[in-house]
């Protein structure tokens, strides 16, 4: 879906390295997330935002942190990148509905290799 | 927190078969039961849900089963093709309080569809 887009959409970097990925929508979504996918266990989420003020750790927050810059925009940064955090990442969108039943779309995913 | 189990992790069938993925969930308050499929090098897309009030739900060749007491929920694709060939994940959610809104994901199942 064009309307999730994730900057950079593969990186390569080396151990204690500090490392921002980006993510941006156009859907006009409150609510964004970020995921990590490894083979065989499926999507794990790592922080989620209801809205520009609302932050919340995922299962797997550990060595992550995020900002929610504006409605549009969510950031995962790794401040001190470990190889075990060798992943594909998505970010994802949502919106909002009183029942809280919602589609969530997913970017393109960014692919993160630490050496 | 909610757990989501999904068997098998990979699945083989003839084109023209049918393929069953089953999901299990630990939090009886989920109420909200998502499938997703993501292509090969794609970003994963819903591909049909189905909410607690509903036992069945059919989408052409796609079809989902809920079973609320025992907590388990299905996908079947009848009459299979090439094209089905994906990873497909199962999801739970339920609504209120601090897990609203929020997917809980199994781990997976590779599906092949050999011509």
């Known amino acids: 879906d064009a309307d999730v887009t994730q900057t950079p959409r593969n990186r390569i970097t080396k151990t204690g390295k500090r490392i921002m990925l980006e993510c941006s929508q156009t859907?006009?979504?409150?609510?964004m997330y970020w995921y990590r996918q490894d083979p065989g266990l499926g999507l794990r989420l790592i922080y989620y935002?209801?809205?520009?003020?609302?932050?919340n750790k995922g299962e797997i927050s550990d060595g992550y942190s995020v900002s929610r810059q504006a409605q549009a925009k969510f950031s995962l940064s790794l401040e001190s990148a470990i190889p075990n955090q060798t992943a594909l990442y998505f970010c994802?969108?949502?919106?909002?509905?009183?029942?809280?039943?919602?589609?969530?779309?997913f970017g393109p995913g960014t692919r993160l290799t630490v050496l | 927190g909610e757990n989501v189990e999904q068997h098998p992790s990979t699945l083989s069938v003839q084109e023209g078969d049918s393929a069953v993925i089953k999901c299990t969930y630990s939090?009886?308050?989920?109420?909200?039961f998502p499938w997703y499929k993501q292509e090969l090098g794609k970003r994963p897309q819903l591909i049909i849900d189905?909410?607690?009030?509903?036992g069945e739900k059919k989408d052409q060749r796609i079809a989902v089963t809920l079973n609320k007491t025992a907590k388990h929920f299905s996908l079947h694709i009848t009459e299979t093709q090439p094209e089905d060939s994906a990873v497909y994940f199962c999801?739970?959610?339920?609504?209120?309080?601090?897990?609203?809104?929020?997917?809980?994901f199994g781990q997976g199942t590779i599906l092949t569809v050999h011509p």
């Open positions: 999801a739970a959610s339920r609504d209120g309080g601090t897990s609203y809104g929020k997917l809980t």
């Open positions: 994802a969108t949502s919106g909002h509905q009183n029942r809280g039943f919602t589609t969530q779309y």
């Open positions: 859907k006009g979504h409150d609510r």
């Open positions: 189905i909410r607690s009030n509903v």
């Open positions: 939090d009886s308050a989920s109420n909200y």
């Open positions: 935002s209801f809205d520009v003020k609302d932050i």
